[in-house]
Structure formats: C-alpha cells, structure tokens
C-alpha cells in the first residue's frame, strides 16, 4: 500500500491516478487522509475517484481532516 501512495504523490497522469485511487479503493485504506488533496484536483476524474475512495475509509482521522477541510473556520 506504502507503493501506491508514493504513486499518488508522484502521478500527474488523470487516469493513472484515477486508477491508483480505485486501486486503493478496493483494498482499503484506514488512514485516508493523503486522499484528501485530491478532493480538489481539477480534473473531475480524480475528484471522482478520491471521492469514491473515501467513501469506503472509516479512520477517524480521515473523518476529522474531512471535516476540518470542510469548515475551515471553525
């Protein structure tokens, strides 16, 4: 998994990172929180696939990064 997030970090490729991410999407993921970034990419297609990866993350601290990039005033 170490592998994969390296790619993320390295990968400017939309469908190479969109495929990284359903990667990581299906084998799950408890820190999602290197994902979050990619929730602002401009392609859709990444925004898309970080989306559906999270979806399937239960780690609190992706829940809390996501709510901190949500309301970032609070």
């Not at 993921?29 to 399937?56: G, W």
Request: positive net charge.
């Amino acid at each position: 998994m170490e592998n994969l997030i390296k790619q993320l970090k390295s990968e400017n490729n939309k469908d190479k990172l969109s495929n990284i991410l359903e990667v990581i999407e299906k084998k799950g993921l408890e820190d999602c929180t290197h994902i979050l970034p990619f929730l602002s990419d401009r392609r859709y297609q990444v925004r898309h696939s970080a989306i559906n990866t999270l979806r399937k993350c239960n780690g609190l601290k992706t829940e809390e990064a996501l709510i901190v990039r949500s309301y970032p005033f609070n």
